[in-house]
């Protein structure tokens, strides 16, 4: 089981990106983990659910929609690839080289769609799979974010290649849409069933 849920770790991840005081926060990340070991550990968790990654597009403007919908349809988020997760975060800058070059050779290598081509999100995306014992994967697509819509179909290879479900949501920042991905999500979490 997930020790806690999706919707509570991405606030964490994005809370963080607010604290002005950057020095504080693997202090608080480390107690924060502790606290939530220690729960794990005293048996407090939801049972074992369908364990989903998100990645595609940032989706801070759509967690409800998307994140919350899927946790309440009885799901757990367990993993973030997203411009807002852990994608900037996989190569750490190389402190042996002149720090000009290490920051350029770190920031062009990160896995993100404006990339061409971007292999490393394919296997970036593959190991998540493996390593978060991945039942399904949901690609959020922003309407605006073109990049990440051409390259789903290669993140779609890559997931169904692994015998995992994946489904691509295209969306935008309004509640218009909201009924229709209920629908899509509540059929995607069937198809885990089988």
């Given at each position: 089981p997930a020790p806690m849920k999706g919707e509570n770790l991405y606030n964490v991840l994005y809370g963080t990106t607010f604290k002005f005081d950057r020095s504080k926060v693997p202090a608080e990340i480390d107690a924060l983990t502790a606290k939530v070991k220690e729960e794990y550990a005293a048996g407090k968790n939801e049972g074992k659910k369908h364990r989903i990654?998100?990645?595609?597009?940032?989706?801070?403007?759509v967690r409800d929609k998307i994140i919350?919908?899927?946790?309440?349809?009885?799901?757990?988020?367990?993993?973030?690839?997203?411009?807002?997760?852990?994608?900037?975060?996989?190569e750490p800058v190389d402190e042996n080289m002149p720090i000009y070059d290490a920051l350029a050779k770190k920031y062009l290598n990160i896995n993100c769609s404006v990339m061409s081509p971007n292999n490393s999100r394919m296997q970036y995306i593959d190991e998540m799979i493996d390593e978060?014992?991945?039942d399904g994967v949901i690609e959020i697509i922003l309407q605006a974010c073109h990049t990440y819509n051409i390259e789903s179909h290669y993140?779609?290879?890559?997931?169904?290649?692994?015998?995992?479900?994946?489904?691509?949501?295209?969306?935008d920042y309004s509640q218009a849409d909201k009924g229709q991905i209920?629908?899509?999500?509540?059929?995607?979490?069937?198809?885990?069933?089988?």
């Open positions: 990654l998100i990645t595609g597009c940032p989706n801070s403007g919350k919908t899927v946790e309440e349809l009885g799901a757990d988020v367990v993993a973030f690839d997203c411009c807002n997760g852990t994608r900037e975060k996989v978060y014992q991945v993140v779609k290879q890559t997931v169904t290649n692994k015998g995992k479900s994946y489904l691509m949501i295209e969306t209920l629908t899509r999500l509540e059929a995607f979490l069937e198809t885990l069933e089988k």
